[in-house]
């Protein structure tokens, strides 16, 4: 942990310094997170690749007032969270912040008496739960995707999106959920 | 939909299951559905962005030189503009015997100067555009 911020606070003071291929290396350690959070947030990816360009390239402009309070994932994984969602605000798409009024894909058959073991493997069944999660709001499949994803725990994301620790635990709850009981009302069962 | 904590651990543990283990091993269809949708969620979004990314991104950043360059250059410039007006001031004060008659005066004599000589005009609304261009390029940098 502790070589971890050594290592981190070097790449910052070698960025600060202009040294070569510094900030190149900066974007390459870091643009896997910055693409999952605009991707998911804005689920294009011309716009999601654009974000991440104007993520890094205010990370450049501001590095010098980091402070080393948090980890530079956390202060990178911030800036494109609020580039992205400043985004959504332009383009008049409000993220919908509740669970609750995302629209899950409903028009399609029911999966009959789908074997979940089975399911792990079936590609269709699988798609369709991709389906779901997309059909969710961009800020809880955005939570969603740090947590399973990026492996983040509450606390740290709690850090990137500026949201208590409380609201992120309820969205993730309820995204999980309400993905389960669509799931279920699908038909999808145990043998 | 209430959090209820024994389904929040629910959910925990089958993201934890879904990635240690796999599928299965469970007869509670609840944490079934849990796991799939815990394995859904840890894939990677579909795309990415180029390998060339990094680089690309990097080159966009601005060239602190260059933009120092600019800086130094626009300041050279002005500061031979104003010598420039300093030595027409001197010129027309001490070979002309012109003198100095009060701001307003002095502007009006100016403004009909630049009437009745064309070249001046032209050359004060050059060394703007010029001006100008140089902002452009400074902004487009």
Same mark, same amino acid.
């Given at each position: 942990?502790?070589?971890?911020?050594?290592?981190?606070?070097?790449?910052?003071?070698?960025?600060?310094?202009?040294?070569?291929? #510094?900030?190149?290396?900066?974007?390459?350690?870091?643009?896997?997170?910055?693409? /999952? $959070?605009?991707?998911?947030?804005?689920?294009? &990816?011309?716009?999601?690749?654009?974000?991440?360009?104007?993520?890094?390239?205010?990370?450049?402009?501001?590095? /010098?007032?980091?402070?080393?309070?948090?980890?530079?994932?956390?202060? $990178? *994984?911030?800036?494109?969270?609020?580039?992205?969602?400043?985004?959504?605000?332009?383009?008049?798409?409000? &993220?919908?912040?509740?669970?609750?009024?995302?629209?899950?894909?409903?028009?399609?058959?029911?999966?009959?008496?789908?074997?979940?073991? #089975?399911?792990?493997?079936?590609?269709?069944?699988?798609?369709?739960?991709?389906?779901?999660?997309? #059909?969710?709001?961009?800020?809880?499949?955005?939570?969603?995707?740090?947590? /399973?994803?990026?492996?983040? &725990?509450?606390?740290?994301? #709690?850090? $990137?999106? *500026?949201?208590?620790? *409380?609201?992120?635990?309820? /969205?993730?709850?309820? *995204?999980?959920?309400?993905?389960?009981?669509?799931?279920?009302?699908?038909?999808?069962?145990?043998? | 939909?209430?959090?209820?904590? !024994?389904?929040?651990?629910?959910?925990?543990?089958?993201?934890?299951?879904?990635?240690?283990?796999?599928?299965?091993?469970?007869?509670?269809?609840?944490?079934?559905?849990?796991? =799939?949708?815990? @394995?859904?969620?840890?894939?990677?979004?579909?795309?990415?962005?180029?390998?060339?990314?990094?680089?690309?991104?990097?080159?966009?950043?601005?060239?602190?030189? @260059?933009?120092?360059?600019?800086?130094?250059?626009?300041?050279? %410039? %002005?500061?031979?503009?104003?010598? =420039?007006?300093?030595?027409?001031?001197?010129?027309?004060?001490?070979?002309?015997?012109?003198?100095?008659?009060?701001?307003?005066?002095? %502007?009006?004599?100016?403004?009909?100067?630049?009437?009745?000589?064309?070249? %001046?005009? !032209?050359?004060?609304?050059?060394?703007?555009?010029?001006?100008?261009?140089?902002?452009?390029?400074?902004?487009?940098?």
């Amino acid at each position: 942990m502790k070589q971890e911020a050594n290592d981190e606070y070097a790449l910052v003071q070698a960025v600060l310094s202009r040294e070569a291929c #510094a900030f190149e290396e900066l974007v390459r350690l870091y643009q896997r997170l910055c693409w /999952h $959070i605009t991707y998911r947030m804005v689920r294009d &990816p011309d716009e999601a690749r654009d974000l991440c360009q104007e993520t890094f390239l205010r990370v450049h402009r501001q590095l /010098h007032q980091f402070r080393f309070e948090c980890p530079l994932k956390s202060w $990178i *994984g911030r800036i494109a969270y609020s580039i992205a969602l400043r985004h959504l605000e332009r383009r008049r798409q409000m &993220p919908a912040v509740s669970i609750d009024v995302a629209d899950l894909p409903d028009d399609e058959t029911p999966i009959a008496a789908v074997d979940l073991e #089975a399911g792990w493997a079936d590609e269709e069944l699988v798609s369709r739960v991709r389906a779901g999660v997309d #059909a969710l709001p961009p800020i809880p499949r955005t939570l969603l995707t740090l947590f /399973h994803l990026e492996e983040m &725990p509450v606390a740290e994301i #709690a850090l $990137i999106t *500026g949201m208590s620790e *409380g609201t992120i635990k309820s /969205h993730l709850f309820r *995204g999980r959920l309400r993905l389960k009981d669509w799931l279920q009302r699908r038909g999808v069962s145990r043998r | 939909m209430n959090f209820s904590e !024994t389904e929040w651990q629910q959910q925990n543990a089958a993201m934890r299951q879904a990635r240690n283990l796999g599928p299965g091993g469970t007869q509670d269809m609840d944490l079934a559905c849990y796991q =799939l949708i815990a @394995r859904v969620l840890a894939e990677r979004p579909q795309g990415d962005l180029p390998d060339e990314f990094a680089r690309q991104t990097a080159a966009l950043v601005p060239d602190d030189r @260059r933009q120092r360059y600019w800086r130094e250059s626009n300041i050279a %410039l %002005l500061v031979v503009f104003g010598m =420039l007006m300093a030595s027409c001031m001197a010129a027309a004060h001490f070979v002309l015997g012109m003198k100095w008659d009060g701001v307003s005066k002095n %502007l009006a004599a100016i403004s009909q100067w630049l009437t009745y000589e064309p070249w %001046l005009l !032209t050359g004060v609304a050059g060394f703007g555009i010029v001006q100008w261009m140089i902002f452009r390029m400074r902004v487009r940098e």
